[in-house]
């Protein structure tokens, strides 16, 4: 028989309360055993010692920038990101252009995806006609065709009746409703958190309440309309209100992303224009409480709101350049060295915040390695360390902040669909 017979790793996976050395056998694209001491003539074998065997990582918050901006970042070259960052499945962001509002888009996307079989993309619909907050998309026919969740992120949808409705029309699909909570008025053109040092460095400041006022409406339409994902949550008070929120029974969920886990305003430092994200970086006593709401439940997610950008739009005036990191290829090592080896969160808990709630919260039928489960695998390398280097990302998106620094916990193989689609070795393994 054919397949792939993974030997000597650890599994870790939550969904079957499973953290023990088996192996596990992949055929027909599905894990077809797991248990000790397989033998099957025939597959391909690995020796996996050292290596830990988790159910494909799978990041609901990603910008692939195409159609419209494919100097940032493409279909492909996002694709082929997410799976040396360890990642079997990404959702993108309808923030493209023309944006994905409509059932072709939501097609086009798929269809590109499909060409270049790197790993699944799963297609975000817009809210609104454009993102501009007025006119309902529909949601209807883009969940039908393969939209896995709806979102204007990016922007914000300002006008509550307007959320509102979205929420009935994709409650009625049983589909979850992204926000992106920013006040923009309370923004009001700032470029960093606000705070002393943005008053020292110079820069018009974006104060917590930019967050929070929205995060505190959309409890309030949730618990009357319908269930929300609340995107890139930042500042200790936007978690306050959800843990009270969650504590009430709203129907409501969140998510977090690495770079608020662990840096702050401090990483601005001399205008670095890679620290300048939407929202900003906040303060140390944020980054403490979303670590405290990581373990208690409150954060739901980990994501990674990957937003490539070229050069020409970073490198500018801090106050002119784009907003967002890319964050597909750092993702998985930043968190393993920064969380789970400090002993911050077991390495169960990493998981299922990247693999096993977002399949739930989004019904994607993913993040499991129970038997006849689709073979989407991320092995992780614990013992290998080295340096981020971006020169070397798959993404077109160089902006980040954590170039250079020296992590372990690096992705060994990712496996989709039961096709190895990236090794260290080999790169990423492209369709023949
Ligand atoms: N996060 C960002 O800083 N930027 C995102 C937009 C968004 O996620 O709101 C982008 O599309 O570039
Ligand atoms: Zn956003
Ligand atoms: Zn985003």
């Not at 391909?44 to 050292?50: A, I, N, S």
Request: negative net charge; contains cysteine.
């Amino acid at each position: 028989m054919s397949g792939l017979l993974l030997k000597n790793g650890t599994v870790v996976d939550p969904s079957q309360g499973l953290h023990k050395k088996l192996d596990l056998l992949v055929a027909d694209g599905k894990v077809a055993e797991l248990k000790e001491n397989i033998s099957a003539d025939g597959a391909e074998v690995y020796d996996l010692q050292d290596k830990i065997i988790a159910p494909g990582l799978i990041d609901m918050h990603v910008h692939l920038r195409e159609p419209g901006q494919e100097e940032k970042e493409t279909i492909k070259t996002g694709s082929k990101a997410a799976a040396a960052g360890g990642f079997t499945s990404i959702a993108c962001m309808a923030n493209t252009d023309p944006p994905a509002d409509d059932v072709s888009l939501i097609k086009h996307i798929q269809e590109v995806a499909r060409r270049h079989g790197i790993v699944n993309v799963l297609p975000i619909g817009a809210c609104t006609i454009g993102l501009r907050g007025e006119f309902i998309t529909q949601i209807g026919e883009m969940q039908r065709f393969g939209a896995v969740a709806f979102s204007d992120d990016g922007q914000p949808i300002a006008n509550a009746q307007v959320l509102r409705k979205v929420l009935e029309y994709a409650g009625m699909f049983n589909s979850v409703v992204i926000s992106h909570c920013e006040d923009k008025t309370l923004t009001n053109g700032g470029s960093m958190n606000e705070s002393a040092l943005s008053t020292k460095l110079g820069l018009p400041g974006i104060p917590i309440a930019s967050e929070t006022t929205m995060v505190a409406r959309d409890i309030e339409i949730a618990k009357n309309f319908g269930r929300i994902h609340l995107a890139h949550i930042s500042a200790k008070a936007s978690l306050d209100l959800v843990r009270q929120a969650k504590k009430l029974g709203a129907p409501i969920t969140c998510e977090t992303a690495p770079h608020y886990l662990l840096l702050t305003e401090e990483a601005v430092g001399a205008y670095s224009t890679n620290a300048k994200m939407s929202p900003p970086l906040r303060q140390e006593a944020d980054r403490l409480a979303l670590l405290a709401a990581l373990q208690d439940g409150t954060i739901d997610i980990i994501a990674t709101d990957h937003a490539p950008h070229t050069l020409d739009d970073k490198r500018v005036e801090f106050n002119l350049a784009s907003f967002g990191i890319s964050g597909l290829e750092t993702a998985l090592p930043l968190l393993y060295t920064h969380l789970v080896q400090t002993g911050l969160l077991t390495i169960d808990r990493l998981v299922e915040l990247m693999s096993v709630n977002p399949a739930k919260i989004f019904a994607l039928d993913k993040g499991t390695l129970k038997i006849g489960a689709a073979a989407d695998i991320t092995v992780i390398d614990t013992q290998l360390t080295k340096k981020v280097d971006k020169t070397k990302f798959y993404s077109k998106g160089k902006n980040t902040p954590f170039d250079g620094w020296e992590l372990g916990g690096w992705a060994a193989m990712t496996i989709v669909g039961g096709q190895i689609k990236y090794t260290p070795e080999k790169g990423v393994w492209l369709k023949t």
